[in-house]
């Protein structure tokens, strides 16, 4: 049997407590005599394969040829008997296992979470019991609706599971980056994905909601419009994984080892900044880069500029469940920051890619059930079903029950329990007593429980009523939220929104869904009503102004801060491989971004030495901001022709990144090309003289920060 692993805590930083920390620690984590200290690295390593400097063999270790089938004669058919290509044949033919029913593209890394203190008055949890104590991790982003072939850039919500190597066990929080979910039972989610899907009969669109059936969905089930807010909103489009935040959706429990339980909610907080793009951005992308998001992570990581984000908790009183206007139940529901802040519990960094995609990134099996001592479910209906499906589906991906087995989803702790056989048993058995209870194996493995072996309890605050097949009357409003978020945006993200909905809604071909659609969101507002009517060819609604208010919370805009750090953001400077002054320039520039981790890239019109990437497969959405060297020119007059790129790519690549909102810029002689892009002296334009590089970059680097000049962009007037 393959030995598993425990981590052991680390001391480290110490930070304030919660406040409802007011006692000791009481248990500590169990001791397993039969495990081994190691890294997350080296659990994972015991299952690689090097082939260098080796010979192919079949799967069961002959050395063989494998490049030519066996033939009865040189010109004559092939042999059945020809294991080799029957082997090599077979294998391929079942390479692939089922795509996720959703979330079905995405990325994943490893990194490391590290506790800022001991929360033992707050949770049982044992990788939250002391400062510094650190926790292996696996984190996969992903877009919902689309295929494992759809673009990384399309409007969605965005998957973010993250899985904890604990001392005890492991513990997922599979999340995504919008704080709430499109309904409040999980008996409608094959609804849900079925509308959101593409068309049965066409297939039509792939990774989208531009279309009927997810409108008709929608405007029917109207507490879908909280999350369709947030994803029409810069959510649904975020500059990469690194720039968004993650929620663990539902409401949860922490528990301390005496029973004690306080409802929750999981944020993480990135420490990159919120960021998104912008949609004909984001469009542009998905034919010019479909990776750009896995592609992103992956050379952040490897250039050893690893995001990182903090891990936070809302903490509720029990009895405060409905304090706040609505039910903590409700997953469609947030609880404004305002009303209870989040407590910071520690710090997760990702800094190693994985080394096999398949075997990592696709095989990993999160479950909202994997859960630790410490940390409980709610009665969320939503949580409730999901804990069932992760589950189920999992043994559809794999085709039996011992995908827990496969590297990635191990436990680094001893595994012991009464679980036999089933395709795909990777594990030697030696207890022949697989039962409880027993005395021929002195009783063992062991019953844990909340007194004893440190075992996993379920917290004594749990509610019971009589059965029922009804929705719960607190869950009732679903209009007050949606306008909450809508409150909170800028003008200009709030124009984002109504433009992301005039997009969607004018692909609608019925009549009734549009209308029902209007109906939905007058009921929200009657300014976005009216102001998607106008696009659609409707007749606005009058207002119908019950849950109309003017409530705001201000940790919901994307926009509204500047970016605490422009590591691993990219810059493309534009020049000519005909100026040497160009070149020498460019190259300066990049040094300078160099210092704070910027990655830059020099565009000419070929690979010449000190040349990067070439203008014809170059574009502004790919880079996060444009500069123009001085002696690059002329390449910018209007009219300009060659063989090398598209007619006027130079010109194109300023105007896209300008339009976009990103900063841009130009040194010396190339600074008149500004203003045939149309770029005036607003914010985010910069110039200078070819001299003074060092102030211009400086100056750069501050708009990389702002990010997006959303001043660039109009808006409706009233």
């Given at each position: 049997m393959l030995s598993p692993y425990i981590l052991l805590a680390l001391p480290g930083l110490t930070y304030a407590v919660c406040p409802y920390m007011d006692g000791n620690p009481a248990l500590k984590p169990r001791d397993e005599s039969d495990v081994n200290l190691s890294t997350h690295s080296d659990f994972l390593k015991q299952f690689t394969i090097d082939d260098t400097n080796s010979f192919l063999t079949t799967d069961v270790g002959g050395p063989i040829q494998d490049n030519l089938s066996l033939k009865a004669g040189e010109r004559g058919p092939t042999l059945l008997e020809d294991f080799i290509f029957r082997?090599?044949?077979?294998?391929?033919?079942?390479?692939?296992?089922?795509?996720?029913a959703v979330h079905a593209r995405g990325a994943g890394a490893h990194g490391t979470f590290t506790s800022y203190a001991d929360f033992s008055n707050i949770t049982a949890a044992s990788f939250l019991n002391a400062a510094g104590k650190k926790t292996p991790v696996f984190v996969r982003f992903s877009t919902v609706a689309g295929s494992r072939g759809s673009a990384d850039t399309a409007r969605d919500?965005?998957?973010?599971?993250?899985?904890?190597?604990?001392?005890?066990?492991?513990?997922?929080?599979?999340?995504?980056?919008?704080?709430?979910?499109?309904?409040?039972?999980?008996?409608?989610?094959?609804?849900?994905?079925?509308?959101?899907?593409?068309?049965p009969d066409k297939e039509i669109p792939q990774g989208a909601t531009a279309h009927d059936s997810a409108w008709d969905f929608f405007s029917q089930q109207p507490s879908s419009l909280h999350t369709l807010f947030w994803a029409m909103a810069g959510n649904g489009i975020p500059r990469s994984y690194r720039h968004m935040d993650g929620f663990g959706i539902h409401t949860f429990r922490l528990v301390t080892d005496s029973g004690e339980s306080k409802l929750v909610k999981w944020h993480w907080k990135t420490k990159q900044g919120k960021a998104s793009l912008v949609w004909e951005e984001a469009q542009v992308l998905a034919g010019k880069n479909a990776d750009f998001h896995r592609a992103d992570l992956w050379d952040a990581i490897a250039s050893e500029n690893g995001p990182e984000w903090e891990l936070g908790v809302q903490i509720v009183d029990e009895k405060d469940a409905l304090a706040?206007?609505?039910?903590?139940?409700?997953?469609?529901?947030?609880?404004?920051?305002?009303?209870?802040?989040?407590?910071?519990?520690?710090?997760?960094?990702?800094?190693?890619?994985?080394?096999?995609?398949?075997?990592?990134?696709?095989?990993?099996?999160?479950?909202?059930?994997?859960?630790?001592?410490?940390?409980?479910?709610?009665?969320?209906?939503?949580?409730?079903?999901?804990?069932?499906?992760?589950?189920?589906?999992?043994?559809?991906?794999?085709?039996?029950?011992?995908?827990?087995?496969?590297?990635?989803?191990?436990?680094?702790?001893?595994?012991h329990n009464n679980n036999r056989d089933g395709a795909g048993q990777n594990f030697i058995h030696l207890n022949t007593e697989a039962y409880s209870p027993n005395t021929l194996?002195?009783?063992?493995?062991?019953?844990?429980?909340?007194?004893?072996?440190?075992?996993?309890?379920?917290?004594?605050?749990?509610?019971?009523?009589?059965?029922?097949?009804?929705?719960?009357?607190?869950?009732?409003?679903?209009?007050?939220?949606?306008?909450?978020?809508?409150?909170?945006?800028?003008?200009?993200?709030?124009?984002?929104?109504?433009?992301?909905?005039?997009?969607?809604?004018?692909?609608?071909?019925?009549e009734v869904v549009k209308s029902n659609v209007l109906i939905q969101l007058n009921r929200v507002s009657n300014d976005i009503a009216k102001r998607?009517?106008?696009?659609?060819?409707?007749?606005?609604?009058?207002?119908?102004?019950?849950?109309?208010?003017?409530?705001?919370?201000?940790?919901?805009?994307?926009?509204?801060?500047?970016?605490?750090?422009?590591?691993?953001l990219s810059v493309a400077v534009l020049a000519s491989v005909k100026s040497e002054e160009s070149l020498t320039q460019a190259a300066s520039?990049?040094?300078?971004?160099?210092?704070?981790?910027?990655?830059?890239?020099?565009?000419?019109?070929?690979?010449a030495p000190g040349i990067n990437i070439t203008y014809s497969s170059a574009d502004a959405s790919v880079f996060?901001?444009?500069?123009?060297?001085?002696?690059?020119?002329?390449?910018?007059?209007?009219?300009t022709s060659s063989t090398y790129f598209p007619a006027n790519r130079p010109l194109q690549i300023l105007v896209d990144g300008y339009r976009w909102g990103k900063p841009v810029g130009a040194l010396g002689s190339a600074t008149p090309v500004l203003q045939l892009a149309g770029a005036t002296t607003t914010p985010g334009v910069f110039s200078g003289n070819s001299t003074d590089i060092s102030n211009f970059v400086s100056a750069f680097e501050g708009g990389l920060k702002t990010f997006k000049f959303v001043d660039r962009f109009p808006v409706d007037t009233q």
């Open positions: 082997q090599k044949i077979q294998h391929f033919d079942h390479e692939r296992v089922p795509e996720r919500v965005h998957g973010f599971a993250t899985r904890f190597y604990t001392d005890e066990g492991n513990f997922d929080i599979v999340g995504n980056n919008i704080p709430v979910f499109f309904i409040q039972d999980a008996i409608l989610f094959p609804d849900l994905i079925h509308a959101v899907k593409p068309s706040f206007g609505f039910d903590l139940l409700d997953p469609t529901k947030i609880i404004p920051e305002e009303s209870v802040p989040v407590k910071l519990l520690g710090v997760m960094k990702l800094d190693r890619n994985p080394r096999n995609y398949f075997a990592e990134t696709e095989q990993v099996m999160f479950q909202p059930g994997h859960i630790v001592r410490g940390i409980d479910f709610s009665e969320d209906p939503l949580l409730q079903g999901r804990l069932f499906s992760y589950l189920d589906t999992q043994l559809n991906r794999h085709g039996g029950p011992n995908f827990e087995q496969l590297p990635i989803n191990r436990p680094h702790v001893a595994i194996n002195n009783g063992s493995p062991k019953q844990a429980t909340q007194n004893t072996g440190r075992g996993f309890f379920t917290s004594p605050s749990r509610a019971s009523g009589n059965l029922i097949r009804k929705a719960s009357s607190t869950f009732a409003d679903v209009w007050t939220q949606p306008r909450l978020f809508y409150n909170s945006l800028l003008p200009v993200e709030q124009q984002f929104v109504i433009n992301a909905i005039r997009f969607e809604v004018s692909h609608l071909q019925s998607v009517a106008e696009v659609i060819g409707l007749d606005a609604p009058a207002p119908d102004p019950t849950f109309y208010h003017d409530n705001s919370t201000s940790f919901v805009s994307i926009f509204n801060d500047t970016l605490p750090t422009i590591a691993t520039i990049a040094a300078a971004l160099k210092s704070s981790c910027v990655t830059t890239a020099i565009v000419g019109e070929n690979l996060d901001g444009i500069i123009v060297a001085s002696g690059a020119k002329s390449l910018f007059t209007n009219g």
